[in-house]
């Protein structure tokens, strides 16, 4: 792969394969917290190899954790030591996840936690999670703007309690806050209000740290609120498997729904904790055959059956966004994506710049303050932009499986969440 652009292949007709999917990003970072706090006797495995995880490792080991790592396989010898006053600084990379984990960690230790990431990380936003910190009396204090990175937190103070937020933030707020409550005194009560937005993601995180033993009730109190109790209980150690990343599987599996042909997803039919999941049903919807094997997903789509447009509501698998806008440009009728405009605050702006990029291959696209409506287009050559977001690189070379002449700039975005990514696409045969 030349590093600067990469011309993709067209396939040969339909597909038919295998794909393995690495394990899921978002439940191994959580898993990896856990199994921090938990100590000796824990260990990850299917731990993907994208550098979010390998920032979260890095981390975990400068905050004192005793990390072994043999390829997929992480395990514990000792806990991160939470009583130490010593000053460490840890580096998030561009891990947006990750740097919002390690703030609320950082509230645990009795010395100061400097947490900085590269400058695309400074500018994302922070502030919910750094008052709630303070609420629970952890010292925050950001270096450059306010609110943002780098940030030294200091957790001497730190009590458990209530607290209140918003759903219309980054439920990895909501997250991280949860992730440390079993070690606050008094535990934490967290209510959060507003619309259930990616609420899948913070079920989730209650699914990971029930697994390590945290003691957590969720009560719908009612339409927009949702109250979390977690009682003051320290976590067990646990062996735990993540489950295969049905983020990524989006793209095997949209990559049959356009070209034709069936493609095996191995494992993805254990998925139980992720929203992403529910994707192959929208593809179903789409006119693709879906059925489950034991523990593989399988989707097929014979080519004289046409796709057809839907509409969605996407906010729970919000990262699929661009996944499901490129299928949609293959359509015979026009697909709307709602529910998703807190998506221009990701990497890129998921909605606006997505649209200028497919509009350079040819594809039709409506913009809207919460989502786009994708019209059937006649797909053509060109250059896209990634602007750092391997999302955006991994869904728009899907049109270049069935587009001669499409090139990827900057493609190794991809080691973000999947660094043999265009492996796996050019063996799609």
């Given at each position: 792969?030349?590093?600067?652009?990469?011309l993709?292949e067209?396939?040969?007709?339909?597909?038919?394969?295998t794909?393995?999917?690495?394990g899921?990003?978002?439940?191994?970072?959580?898993a990896?917290?856990?199994?921090?706090?938990?100590?000796?006797g824990?260990?990850?495995?299917?731990?993907?190899?994208?550098?979010?995880?390998?920032?979260?490792?890095?981390?975990?080991?400068?905050?004192?954790?005793?990390?072994?790592?043999?390829?997929?396989?992480?395990?514990?010898a000792s806990?991160?030591?939470?009583?130490?006053?010593?000053?460490?600084?840890?580096?998030?990379?561009?891990?947006?996840?990750?740097?919002?984990?390690?703030?609320?960690?950082?509230?645990?230790?009795?010395g100061?936690?400097?947490?900085?990431?590269?400058?695309a990380?400074?500018g994302?936003?922070?502030?919910?999670?750094?008052?709630?910190?303070q609420?629970l009396?952890?010292?925050?204090?950001?270096?450059?703007?306010?609110?943002?990175?780098?940030?030294?937190?200091?957790?001497?103070?730190?009590?458990?309690?209530?607290?209140?937020?918003?759903?219309?933030?980054?439920?990895?707020?909501?997250s991280?806050?949860?992730?440390?409550?079993?070690?606050?005194?008094?535990g934490l009560t967290?209510?959060?209000e507003?619309e259930?937005v990616?609420?899948?993601?913070?079920?989730?995180?209650?699914?990971v740290?029930?697994a390590?033993g945290?003691?957590v009730?969720v009560d719908?109190?009612?339409?927009?609120?949702?109250?979390i109790?977690v009682?003051p209980?320290?976590?067990?150690?646990t062996q735990?498997?993540?489950?295969?990343?049905?983020s990524?599987?989006?793209?095997?599996?949209?990559?049959?729904a356009?070209?034709?042909?069936?493609?095996?997803?191995s494992?993805?039919?254990?998925?139980?904790?992720?929203?992403?999941?529910k994707?192959?049903?929208?593809?179903?919807?789409?006119?693709?055959?879906v059925?489950?094997?034991?523990?593989?997903?399988?989707?097929?789509?014979?080519?004289?059956?046409?796709l057809?447009g839907?509409?969605?509501?996407?906010?729970d698998?919000?990262?699929?966004?661009?996944?499901?806008?490129v299928?949609?440009?293959f359509?015979?009728?026009?697909?709307?994506i709602?529910?998703?405009?807190?998506i221009r605050?990701?990497?890129s702006?998921?909605?606006?710049?997505?649209?200028?990029?497919?509009?350079?291959?040819?594809?039709?696209?409506?913009?809207?303050?919460?989502?786009?409506t994708?019209?059937?287009s006649?797909?053509?050559?060109?250059n896209v932009d990634?602007?750092h977001?391997?999302?955006?690189?991994?869904?728009?070379?899907?049109?270049g499986?069935?587009?001669?002449?499409?090139v990827?700039?900057d493609?190794m975005?991809?080691?973000?969440?999947?660094?043999e990514?265009?492996?796996?696409?050019?063996?799609l045969?």
């Amino acid at each position: 792969v030349s590093v600067s652009r990469l011309l993709l292949e067209t396939a040969n007709g339909p597909l038919h394969c295998t794909v393995e999917v690495p394990g899921s990003k978002s439940i191994a970072n959580r898993a990896l917290i856990c199994a921090a706090l938990a100590g000796a006797g824990s260990s990850v495995s299917n731990v993907p190899d994208g550098d979010d995880t390998v920032a979260m490792l890095d981390a975990l080991r400068v905050l004192g954790a005793g990390v072994e790592q043999h390829v997929e396989n992480v395990s514990f010898a000792s806990a991160l030591d939470c009583e130490s006053s010593e000053s460490v600084s840890v580096h998030a990379a561009l891990a947006g996840t990750s740097s919002r984990f390690l703030t609320a960690l950082g509230a645990l230790r009795k010395g100061n936690t400097r947490i900085d990431g590269f400058e695309a990380l400074r500018g994302r936003p922070m502030q919910d999670l750094h008052v709630a910190l303070q609420k629970l009396g952890a010292s925050v204090t950001s270096e450059l703007a306010e609110y943002s990175l780098p940030v030294v937190v200091n957790g001497s103070q730190v009590q458990g309690g209530e607290l209140t937020l918003s759903s219309a933030v980054s439920s990895q707020f909501s997250s991280a806050i949860l992730l440390v409550a079993p070690y606050l005194n008094n535990g934490l009560t967290l209510n959060i209000e507003g619309e259930r937005v990616s609420e899948s993601y913070v079920m989730m995180t209650i699914g990971v740290m029930r697994a390590f033993g945290a003691e957590v009730s969720v009560d719908v109190q009612e339409e927009n609120l949702l109250r979390i109790c977690v009682q003051p209980r320290k976590y067990v150690a646990t062996q735990y498997f993540v489950e295969p990343d049905a983020s990524s599987a989006s793209y095997p599996l949209a990559a049959a729904a356009i070209a034709g042909g069936r493609v095996v997803v191995s494992g993805l039919g254990r998925s139980s904790l992720q929203g992403d999941s529910k994707f192959a049903e929208v593809l179903a919807q789409m006119g693709c055959s879906v059925a489950r094997s034991g523990d593989d997903v399988v989707l097929s789509r014979s080519p004289e059956i046409p796709l057809i447009g839907v509409t969605v509501d996407m906010r729970d698998m919000s990262d699929l966004v661009p996944t499901l806008a490129v299928v949609a440009a293959f359509a015979q009728t026009s697909t709307t994506i709602t529910g998703v405009g807190f998506i221009r605050k990701k990497e890129s702006d998921r909605i606006g710049d997505l649209s200028a990029e497919l509009r350079k291959l040819g594809v039709s696209v409506d913009e809207h303050p919460d989502g786009l409506t994708v019209h059937p287009s006649k797909t053509n050559a060109g250059n896209v932009d990634t602007h750092h977001d391997h999302r955006l690189a991994m869904a728009l070379a899907l049109i270049g499986l069935v587009t001669p002449g499409v090139v990827i700039n900057d493609p190794m975005v991809v080691t973000k969440s999947w660094p043999e990514y265009w492996d796996m696409l050019g063996a799609l045969q």
